[in-house]
């Protein structure tokens, strides 16, 4: 493990408590943390539900038959949603991501979305209005998220082989159900398709190759997702994390690749390219080759707390503002001095004690 340590920095990621303005100011899209990154993508829980039990994200040991779940009326509404949402794009959101647990278990889905889809940034511009999905309902949603206004979707497989997949995901459910919901989500419209692969040693890694062959060609883009200890539920060592570049190493002995600029700033994900002009891959590496610097993320969960960071220990509050009478303005004051005080960079941190901070899980507030 000496050879594979993360330095750490500092690991005091706990937020501290923003000074709020005494009056308020209308937002300008141009906001920024302590660190210069700006406000540009809101990432938004509607359910801390999932019909999966995914090891790196729901244990069935932990997700339980006994597990309490939020109770309804402590979700936020759509139109609650959509109200934050608004706000956020006035202050530079220019993508939103829907999230869950699994979003497409959230009754009426389709309504939220085709409220989302009205948005506009400053400019006019649509937002980017995207979700992300264990495409176990896809096959009877797509078209209707489509005609919502949904613009892409990216879908969760990690492996192509039945059992190594259903033994990931905890609920016995089939690979080509998955591919199907993909084809439909395809059909619908909603392109590019991503489909997002999490990568464990001795896990699932031997399906590397696998998932890239079936995806090559197809206009899918597959992007490899290093396993990250998010939550305090999935029992994550470094040593079971592949990196990134080990991937992108045996792609490019199976495939050939070459390294392709990103689509705009701050982009997650590295892309490659098949060097026989087949499609392009992405690589995800937030363990072993941390992106903190160029976050621009921002994140909502289920019940209406605002959370800076993917490995934040606690959130702010914003749902108790909506229901206990707060203006926009003063919403949107509260926004702005907690963007303005972020300082979180976990992933630039790591060590081998941060893992063991009490984060918020991932089926909280979304991947």
Same mark, same amino acid.
């Given at each position: 493990?000496?050879?594979?340590?993360?330095?750490?920095?500092? &690991?005091?990621?706990?937020a501290?408590?923003p000074?709020?303005p005494?009056?308020?100011?209308?937002?300008?899209?141009?906001?920024?943390?302590r #660190?210069g990154?700006?406000?540009?993508?809101?990432?938004?829980s509607v359910?801390?539900?999932?019909?999966?039990?995914?090891t790196?994200? $729901?244990?069935?040991?932990?997700?339980d038959?006994? /597990?309490?779940?939020?109770?309804h009326?402590? #979700?936020?509404?759509? *139109?609650?949603?959509?109200?934050?949402a608004?706000?956020?794009v %006035?202050?530079?959101?220019?993508?939103?991501?829907?999230?869950?647990?699994e979003?497409?278990?959230?009754?009426?889905?389709e309504?939220?979305?085709?409220? #989302?889809?009205?948005?506009?940034?400053?400019?006019?511009?649509?937002?980017?209005?995207?979700?992300?999905?264990n495409?176990a309902l896809?096959?009877?949603?797509a @078209?209707?998220?489509a005609?919502a206004?949904l613009?892409?979707?990216?879908?969760?497989?990690?492996?192509?082989?039945? &059992?190594?997949?259903?033994?990931?995901?905890g609920?016995?459910?089939?690979?080509?159900d998955?591919?199907r =919901?993909?084809?439909?989500a395809?059909d619908?419209?909603?392109?590019?398709?991503?489909?997002? $692969?999490?990568?464990? @040693?001795?896990?699932?890694d031997?399906?590397i +190759? %696998?998932m890239?062959?079936?995806?090559?060609?197809?206009g @899918?883009? #597959?992007?490899?997702?290093?396993?990250?200890?998010?939550?305090t539920?999935?029992g994550?060592?470094?040593?079971d994390?592949?990196p990134?570049?080990?991937?992108?190493?045996?792609?490019?002995?199976?495939?050939?690749v070459?390294?392709v600029d990103?689509?705009?700033?701050?982009?997650?994900a *590295?892309?490659? @390219?098949?060097?026989?002009?087949s499609?392009e891959i992405?690589?995800i590496?937030s363990?072993?080759?941390?992106?903190?610097?160029d976050c621009?993320?921002?994140?909502?969960s289920? *019940?209406?707390?605002l959370y800076?960071?993917?490995f934040?220990?606690? =959130?702010?509050?914003?749902?108790?503002m909506?229901?206990?009478? %707060?203006s926009? +303005? +003063?919403?949107?004051?509260?926004?702005?001095?907690i963007w303005?005080g972020?300082?979180d960079? /976990?992933?630039?941190?790591?060590?081998? *004690?941060?893992?063991?901070l009490q984060?918020?899980?991932?089926?909280?507030?979304? =991947?």
């Open positions: 493990m000496t050879d594979r340590f993360i330095p750490l920095v500092d &690991a005091r990621t706990r501290s408590t000074v709020l005494q009056s308020t100011e209308a937002p300008t899209a141009l906001l920024g943390d #660190l990154r700006p406000l540009r993508d809101l990432r938004i359910t801390d539900r999932c019909n999966f039990r995914c790196y994200c $729901m244990p069935r040991e932990v997700f038959a006994s /597990y309490r779940f939020l109770p009326a402590q #979700l936020l509404s759509f *139109e609650e949603i959509h109200r934050l608004r706000l956020f %006035a202050h530079g959101v220019e993508k939103i991501r829907l999230t869950g647990g979003p497409l278990l959230r009754k009426d889905i309504h939220l979305v085709g409220l #989302l889809a009205t948005l506009r940034t400053p400019s006019g511009a649509p937002v980017d209005l995207t979700l992300t999905t495409g896809l096959t009877r949603k @078209r209707a998220l005609a206004g613009r892409r979707i990216s879908v969760s497989l990690d492996a192509l082989d039945d &059992a190594i997949f259903q033994r990931m995901n609920a016995d459910f089939p690979v080509a998955v591919l =919901g993909i084809d439909a395809s619908a419209g909603l392109l590019p398709v991503k489909v997002n $692969m999490v990568v464990q @040693r001795s896990v699932n031997g399906q +190759e %696998a890239a062959r079936q995806f090559k060609g197809t @899918r883009i #597959l992007r490899f997702i290093e396993y990250m200890d998010v939550g539920s999935n994550w060592r470094l040593d994390v592949v990134s570049a080990e991937v992108v190493r045996r792609l490019d002995a199976a495939f050939g070459d390294p990103p689509n705009y700033d701050g982009e997650v *590295e892309r490659w @390219r098949y060097r026989d002009g499609g992405g690589v590496a363990v072993t080759q941390a992106f903190c610097r621009t993320r921002a994140r909502l289920t *019940e209406g707390k800076t960071c993917l934040a220990t606690s =959130g702010h509050d914003l749902k108790s909506l229901r206990g009478g %707060a926009d +303005e +003063e919403v949107s004051d509260r926004i702005a001095a303005r972020r300082a960079r /976990y992933s630039e941190i790591r060590s081998a *004690e941060t893992p063991r984060k918020i899980e991932m089926s909280y507030i979304g =991947g």
